[in-house]
């Protein structure tokens, strides 16, 4: 199994992005840990209290039932407390998750798509593709991660090269994504939409905002028709995918 990381600008971009993803990985047994770069905070009508106990109920939701996946683990959250709005890629930032990689040991790193409106999103995809990097940097210490949300410390790993990086689509533009992949999440589609709705301050109560998860759903069906099943959520990479074989392939 995997050692997977998310990284999302703020809390509800990887569940808006790829939380079918999220929840199918986590029932097969990957050790996953979603990172928040910023709480998302201020917002119209949340406040860090209340985003905190939204983020729980969301992350609580994308885990796995221990009952029926015995082998699985819960979804882990790491709060990495940028300031919201004013994310900028900088030297800091990049060894902050860079630090995060490490103590996670991530082999498989998730980030946002590189082209969007939100200056956060922009920054913080650069940060990572160049954390990515540092992360595997001998002689150089790097932060040791300590959690906005808990207040806990994450020890460090050894220095690590994650061999992947995704791109998931959580974007502000208003086109199509042209993926590299999609990913069959029929069987997670329900679970995600819970999972965005736990954010009850930024996509239940603003009622211009419930649109957004209609899109959601919309996208969903879009990318399974795609690949001939009912549900899929698109990702990008830079880099080929190695295959051993055809089986994998949805046909």
Known sequence: MARILVVGPHPDDQELGMGGAIARLAQQGHEILLLDVTNGEPTPLGSPEIRAKETAAATAILSPDLSKYPNAKPVQRLLLGLPNRFVEHTLEARHAIAGAIRAHQAEIVFTPYFE????????VTRIVEDA?????????DMPTPVDGWTGEAMPLGDPIYPKWLFYYYATHLRWVADPSFVLDITGQLETKIAAIKAYHTQFVLPEKNRR??????????????????GAGEPFFTKEPVGLGSLDGLSL
């Open 212 to 229: 957004v998860v209609e899109w959601v759903e919309a996208s969903a069906t879009y990318f399974g028709s795609r690949i001939g099943v």
């Open 116 to 123: 969007d409106a939100h200056p956060d999103h922009r920054a």
């Open 132 to 140: 990515r990097f540092d992360a595997k940097l001998t002689k150089i």
